[in-house]
């Protein structure tokens, strides 16, 4: 079973969410742009992680993406993971103020 999480922080700074996350995880997540939904970074691992860090804002269609989570205006997906725990215990340790918003197991 794979796991989805939806980490949020409250800094308006995309970039320093980035070297947060890089520096907690140890990966390095690559920019990417996209006309509908703005700047944002990536990384897919071998293993089928695969990892989002962008805006809760849909510069296109001018809405927040997240609508449930609107106080959080920089979003970190951990996608199709089986070490939720340990990545977890990794992002809470390294980074103030991050905040786990949702899990799914599917």
Known sequence: ???????????????????????ALRIHLCAHENLNAGDYFRLDNKDGENFILKKNFDPYEEEVIEDDFQDYTVLFYVNRTVREG????????????????????L
């Open 1 to 23: 079973m794979k796991t989805y999480d939806l980490y949020g922080f409250k800094t308006d700074s995309l970039m320093d969410a980035k070297f947060s996350v890089e520096k």
């Open 86 to 105: 340990e990545i977890e215990n990794m992002l809470i340790a390294s980074i103030p103020g991050i905040q786990l918003l949702r899990r799914k197991k």
